[in-house]
């Protein structure tokens, strides 16, 4: 089996981290920590001065895999998903150098939270991206979806569990180019390139400087958020909820409600 997350360095100094976790890319908890190794692994590495994370398949990122979470005795693999979420998506945030997302399909949960805290944002055109996390009984990732969104409409997304497409981020500037599907890998290199080109000394200094006058503690104000998930399970809502899941859509899909 191919393992669910490879990096490759493309030349000109360039790294590509590419999710591949068949049917939906819903990420185990080894999946999501994966992730965050291959980022760190290529901010760490003197010759990488850009990275660029993409998927393979139908969509970027489905979440975390609810089945495997289902199949776990008590809580660890509750505990492991919640764990590796964040250190994924801190592994992006406190990367090195500049991390660019390339987004095809959906983007959904843990999804938002590799995006949200991505440098740079490019899309297909079939792009979609959502937090149905109040269907599942679970809370999280409204840091980073309130990084893509105005405060407002992050909100009527989160409770309703809607979703927002690459063409309407692109007009809230949280999405840097929309393009054909077909082109997403090219466009996201084409950036990735005029980065690269860049004295990385300077880029690095100047994504350590961006992240240090960030409004948003985005670290602690995850996982804050991450209590009122356990919370839920603690009192027994989310498993239904994730049950429920399950039964409607006759176990076929990891993560999240992925339609298409």
């Excluded at 100047?206 to 992240?211: G, H, P, R, V």
Aim: proline content about 3%.
């Amino acid at each position: 089996m191919a393992a669910a997350v490879s990096s490759v360095h493309t030349g000109k100094h360039i790294r590509v981290v590419t999710m591949n976790a068949p049917p939906v890319n819903a990420l185990t908890v080894q999946g999501w920590f994966d992730v965050a190794s291959a980022i760190t692994t290529a901010g760490n590495d003197p010759d990488c001065h850009v990275v660029v994370l993409r998927a393979e398949g139908r969509g970027f990122n489905a979440g975390v895999d609810i089945k495997e979470i289902e199949r776990s005795a008590g809580y660890e693999a509750l505990i492991g998903a919640n764990h590796g979420c964040a250190a994924a998506f801190a592994a992006v945030y406190d990367c090195k150098v500049p991390v660019i997302a390339a987004v095809n399909g959906y983007c959904l949960g843990g999804g938002i939270g590799l995006v949200g805290n991505a440098d740079i944002v490019v899309a297909s055109d079939d792009a979609t991206f959502g937090l149905p996390e109040v269907d599942r009984g679970a809370l999280g990732a409204a840091t980073h979806l309130a990084r893509l969104v105005p405060q407002h409409l992050m909100r009527a997304l989160y409770y309703t569990a809607g979703t927002v497409t690459a063409q309407q981020l692109l007009h809230h500037g949280s999405v840097y180019r929309v393009v054909p599907r077909d082109e997403l890998d090219e466009a996201a290199l084409e950036v990735a390139r005029a980065i690269a080109a860049k004295d990385t000394r300077v880029i690095r200094k100047a994504k350590e400087a961006i992240n240090g006058i960030d409004p948003q503690p985005v670290h602690r104000s995850y996982r804050y958020e991450q209590g009122f998930t356990f919370e839920l399970n603690l009192a027994g809502v989310s498993d239904g909820a994730r049950q429920e899941f399950l039964a409607r859509t006759g176990g076929n899909t990891n993560g999240e409600n992925v339609n298409g």
